[in-house]
């Protein structure tokens, strides 16, 4: 059964950081690109960061320069370094895996979400 758990959020003043983790448990395919989304009250979920299975990296403008996506392969978990932390990232924050049997099928697994609430 697969399950992905994510950890490290909390509550953190502006110009704070945080670090997310997200362990990737019973994933029997192979996993193509992990990614990080949050989504805040009234507002839709969005993409903040993925990471291919080559560790190639993709950010949305909000976070670049900010936020750091890594993973550990061999772990199967991956990570969101947060800096320079603002009131407007406070969301959900979503753990995704997107792993393939082959035969250009995908499957699209995510996790329950973790709060981060950026306030003073």
């Known amino acids: 059964q697969v399950q992905l758990v994510e950890s490290g959020g909390g509550l953190v003043q502006p110009g704070g950081s945080l670090r997310l983790s997200c362990a990737a448990n019973?994933?029997?395919?192979?996993?193509?690109?992990m990614g990080w989304y949050r989504q805040a009250p009234g507002k839709q979920r969005e993409l903040v960061a993925t990471?291919?299975?080559?560790?190639?990296?993709n950010y949305a403008d909000s976070v670049k320069g900010r936020f750091t996506i890594s993973r550990d392969n061999a772990k199967n978990m991956m990570y969101l370094q947060m800096n320079s932390l603002k009131p407007e990232d406070t969301a959900l924050y979503y753990c995704?895996?997107?792993?393939?049997?082959?035969?250009?099928?995908?499957?699209?697994?995510w996790g329950q979400g973790t709060q981060v609430t950026v306030s003073s």
């Open positions: 995704n895996v997107r792993a393939t049997p082959g035969w250009s099928i995908n499957y699209d697994y």
């Open positions: 019973g994933i029997t395919f192979r996993i193509v690109v």
């Open positions: 990471i291919t299975s080559g560790s190639s990296t």
